[in-house]
């Protein structure tokens, strides 16, 4: 009941001063909108990270070839090639590996009929798909017999599909790469963007000892590019790196003063942290939005203290007639709150419209959750009491007598 008498006196009120309480109102809807969407577009962006780091696979070291100098100037890693297929079998033997797989990439012209396409073609053995968790959605993968073989058979990534054949299945068709042919035994899933925007799904995948023998030659014989490690758990990862620069180092006869001729890197690590990084970016987002909910804030305590003033005699005359202390610091509170839960209720409309727009027109990944909607809508009601109850609590403690003669 007197629930009910509070929030008719809270809307006549309101009622009275609609162009004030609309202004009053408008600092909470735009700080609830803001702080919605920023938190969608930073979820979005955390969103589209993780999805990276999944189509990348999980616990992931990559073995690097060592670096060069020619004329004093340093050539990167991999300019060198001192990794063999050898070592990709000899890592596979490690406790804590789950699959290895060596690699061999370079470019080259894949043509099918009168159409043609450039493109990643990387030598590789079955393992690779375990390594990368990349399933085979038509056809299927090619053998380790295939390796030993060197077979000419290709799986194809979804964007070359797409661009040789279109509509047409592929599997049991045969293209040419830099004039050989091979025939396709298999589409790969569709995977999407790196973490570096590369497009994942621009690639053909052939056996390694094709790619050696066949398609890009090498003057070292059995060398490869670099060796992808996947391991059987996180808790192994740092074992398994130390375990990794033990072998190799063993395997290619480093003496202990003698730096490594090959780097091994963290895949995962470096995934993991640009992921944290997406999440900060993400709360500062929000932060920064959720200013403007305290600048709203701060002008419903104005307007409320502007009431107080004029509503002096109003509250001297309830006094007077029996009410008390508590009654009037609740109407008051009670008012302030509802006019910023009222706000924030249009806020969370105008953030979620907004979110929308922008994933519809913006073409960026926005998630909207209901944990960002209860926190802004929390938080917005929390700072409606806080600058609400000095107000309130001024036009409590007016004395009845200075209260009537207030002019």
Wanted: contains cysteine.
């Amino acid at each position: 009941m007197m629930l009910g008498a509070l929030l008719g006196e809270g809307w006549g009120a309101m009622r009275a001063n609609r162009l004030r309480t609309l202004l009053t109102m408008l600092g909470m809807v735009i700080g609830v909108g803001a702080v919605i969407l920023m938190l969608a577009i930073g979820q979005g962006a955390q969103l589209t990270v993780n999805e990276s780091i999944a189509s990348m696979g999980s616990n992931l070291f990559i073995v690097l070839s060592g670096s060069s100098t020619s004329g004093g100037a340093r050539l990167g890693s991999g300019s060198v090639p001192t990794l063999r297929l050898a070592d990709a079998q000899a890592i596979a033997d490690l406790p804590d590996v789950e699959a290895v797989t060596p690699i061999l990439p370079n470019t080259a012209q894949v043509v099918y009929g009168s159409g043609n396409w450039n493109t990643t073609v990387a030598g590789a053995t079955p393992a690779y798909l375990k390594v990368r968790d990349w399933p085979v959605s038509n056809g299927q993968p090619f053998s380790d017999s295939d390796v030993r073989s060197v077979t000419r058979v290709a799986l194809l990534g979804q964007t070359v599909v797409s661009n040789l054949f279109g509509d047409e299945d592929p599997v049991g068709k045969t293209v040419r790469i830099k004039n050989s042919p091979f025939l396709v035994v298999g589409v790969l899933d569709p995977k999407g963007q790196s973490l570096d925007g590369r497009d994942q799904d621009d690639t053909v995948l052939v056996p390694v000892t094709t790619a050696q023998r066949q398609l890009f030659g090498n003057q070292f014989p059995g060398m490869v590019r670099f060796i992808m490690v996947k391991a059987k758990s996180a808790e192994a990862m740092n074992r398994l790196e130390r375990s990794l620069t033990d072998l190799l180092r063993t395997r290619h006869r480093i003496r202990e003063e003698q730096d490594d001729d090959f780097s091994v890197r963290n895949l995962t690590a470096m995934a993991q942290a640009a992921a944290a990084t997406t999440k900060v970016m993400s709360g500062m987002l929000g932060a920064i939005a959720s200013v403007s909910l305290l600048v709203g804030g701060i002008g419903i305590m104005n307007i409320m203290l502007v009431s107080v003033t004029e509503r002096t005699r109003e509250i001297g005359i309830r006094v007077a007639i029996g009410a008390r202390r508590r009654d009037i610091l609740l109407q008051f509170l009670f008012e302030a709150v509802l006019i910023s839960v009222s706000g924030s209720l249009i806020g969370v409309l105008l953030g979620i419209g907004c979110a929308w727009a922008v994933s519809h027109f913006a073409e960026m990944v926005v998630v909207v959750t209901m944990g960002s909607v209860l926190l802004a809508f929390g938080v917005a009601a929390a700072v409606g009491v806080f600058f609400g109850f000095y107000p309130a609590r001024r036009a409590a403690d007016l004395k009845p007598i200075e209260a009537l003669r207030y002019q």
